[in-house]
Nanobody, 125 residues
Framework: QVKLVESGGGSVQAGGSLRLSCAAS????????IGWFRQAPGKAREGVAT???????SYADSVKGRFTISQDNAKNTVYLQMNSLKPEDTAMYYC???????????????????WGQGTQVTVSS
C-alpha cells in the first residue's frame, strides 16, 4: 500500500504562484509514475502533470509553460510548481501514483491506483 499526502494548496490572486507537495510513504515502487490531477466542481477530473521514475515528465496542454513537476527522491516527495496561475486553475488537486514500468505510459491520462486526499487551490481574479 502506498500513502500519499498532499500539501501546499491555498488561495492566491491571478498571476501568483503556489507549490504543491506530495509526500509518499509505505510500499513505494522502484519504477513508478506519480502525477498531479485536478477536479473543479461540476467538471471531470483532469490530469495535470506526471513524472516517471526515469525522470521523464509530461504535462497537460493547459499548464505547459506555467507548471513544473519535480521530485526529490531523498524525501520521497513530488512537487508541482504552479506559476502564472489563472482563475481556471481553481480546483482540488490530487496526487496519484502507481507502478509503471515504462516512461511513455506515465502521462496525464494514465490510470493510477493510489491517491491522496487532495489539496484545494483557489485563484481569484
Amino acid at each position: 500500500q502506498v500513502k500519499l499526502v498532499e500539501s501546499g494548496g491555498g488561495s492566491v490572486q491571478a498571476g501568483g504562484s503556489l507549490r504543491l507537495s506530495c509526500a509518499a510513504s509505505g510500499n513505494t515502487f522502484s519504477t513508478y509514475c506519480i502525477g498531479w490531477f485536478r477536479q473543479a466542481p461540476g467538471k471531470a477530473r483532469e490530469g495535470v502533470a506526471t513524472i516517471h521514475s526515469d525522470g521523464s515528465k509530461s504535462y497537460a496542454d493547459s499548464v505547459k509553460g506555467r507548471f513544473t513537476i519535480s521530485q526529490d527522491n531523498a524525501k520521497n516527495t513530488v512537487y508541482l510548481q504552479m506559476n502564472s496561475l489563472k482563475p481556471e486553475d481553481t480546483a482540488m488537486y490530487y496526487c496519484a501514483a502507481d507502478r509503471v514500468y515504462s516512461g511513455p505510459w506515465c502521462y496525464p491520462g494514465a490510470e493510477l491506483a493510489f491517491w491522496g486526499q487532495g489539496t484545494q487551490v483557489t485563484v481569484s481574479s
